[in-house]
């Protein structure tokens, strides 16, 4: 069977002649910049990009693997969870099985790799059961991922009973240390060890996408999927791995949060699955399939890490008439708004196109 060909009509990639919607994310970015450059003290520091790598490093993992379900014009609601379920699952083997029996760390780094593996496989079959599932059934991925995400909760409290558990001390290196970078006037800066590996994972997953058949099949999956199963694309298998992939990344991002905060515990990720759905369509890849792509995605993250860590930096908001101070109530809604206005200008963008 010869590979399918794309035609003129086809869903192609996020390159190529931009339009205005295609610029709209990156104004959103640039205007937020700019405002607190101009309202947070402190905002263009070494320090302050140092933060904005580590915090957006979980978010664009995950966002990296969610790319490729939306593309496929599917969703997956329990990335959060399987972020979860990672994280548990990692600290339960590696608390029960890798530590000594005093609570010393373990001599073999063969028994770290598995405390770290094991949940990464784990999630990888859930995550093909889930994409299986979706095709079998011919049900939305949308209600398949709803059920996995509770299936994935449960399996966390189960395994934990609801308790804290300690994580490889290769993920607390991740989570928290980074490459020092040499500076003139003794400024400190490092690059996080989680920005690294985020930047390995979109790098790879954007040669997927656009330089490898799969890559092809996946937007050709999303953007008509009638028409390229016609053309001999074998469309269930392409949401199965687009699924799987998605289920790996949101394993790798929980096990890095993790090791940021230094333990597990079942109160964390709680926001993951919506912050990353945010960031990819934040970006301008469609809910629709078949249209946009990792470059799009890290403008999203990036938005989205700035918005935030602006918010944290600044101390109120002087409107003229009122001064309202910054505090977690305000800062959530205000991380709404203004993703909010964001999301409807691409979308009137989208619709003048």
């Known amino acids: 069977m010869t590979e399918p060909q794309f035609t003129d009509n086809t869903p192609r990639r996020e390159i190529g002649r931009w339009e205005a919607r295609d610029w709209a994310p990156l104004v959103s970015l640039a205007v937020l910049i700019v405002f607190f450059g101009l309202t947070a003290p402190g905002f263009f520091r070494f320090g302050t990009l140092e933060m904005i790598l580590n915090k ?66 784990s999630c990888c079959l859930l995550g093909l059961g889930c994409g299986v599932l979706t095709v079998w059934a011919r049900l939305p991925s949308f209600i398949i991922s709803l059920a996995m995400m509770f299936i994935a909760e449960g399996l966390s409290r189960w395994i ?9 001390g290769v993920l607390k290196t991740l989570g928290n240390d980074g490459i020092p970078v040499p500076l003139p006037l003794g400024a400190q800066f490092s690059i996080p060890y989680s920005a690294v590996l985020a930047a390995a994972v979109l790098l790879v997953a954007h040669l997927v996408l656009q330089h490898t058949r799969f890559g092809r099949y996946v ?27 998605c289920a790996v990344t949101a394993a790798a991002a929980g096990m890095i949060n993790s090791g940021w905060l230094g333990n597990v515990t ?16 934040l970006g301008g890849t469609s809910l629709f399939g078949g249209e946009g792509g990792i470059g799009k995605t890290i403008v999203g993250v990036l938005t989205f890490t ?48």
């Open 266 to 281: 079942v109160d964390q990720n709680k926001d993951l699955l919506l912050s990353s759905v945010a960031c990819v369509v």
């Open 56 to 121: 957006g490093a979980v978010l664009a993992i995950v966002a990296a693997g969610l790319t490729f379900v939306l593309l496929c014009a599917e969703i997956d609601l329990s990335v959060g969870m399987m972020a979860l379920w990672s994280a548990c699952y990692c600290g339960w083997v590696f608390q029960n099985y890798a530590m000594g029996p005093s609570g010393e760390p373990p001599d073999s780094a063969w028994t770290v790799a598995a405390a770290i593996l094991i949940p990464l496989w």
């Open 219 to 245: 937007y050709m999956t999303g953007g008509n999927r009638e028409a390229a199963r016609l053309a001999g694309v074998r469309t269930g298998l392409i949401v199965i791995a687009a699924m799987a992939i």
């Open 306 to 353: 700035v918005l935030n860590v602006g918010l944290t930096l600044i101390e109120q908001i002087n409107l003229g008439v009122v001064v309202i101070p910054i505090d977690d109530f305000v800062r959530q809604l205000a991380t709404g708004i203004v993703l909010m206005v964001a999301l409807v200008i691409n979308g009137i963008l989208a619709k003048r196109r």
């Open 160 to 168: 934990t009973h609801s308790e804290s558990f300690k994580v490889p």
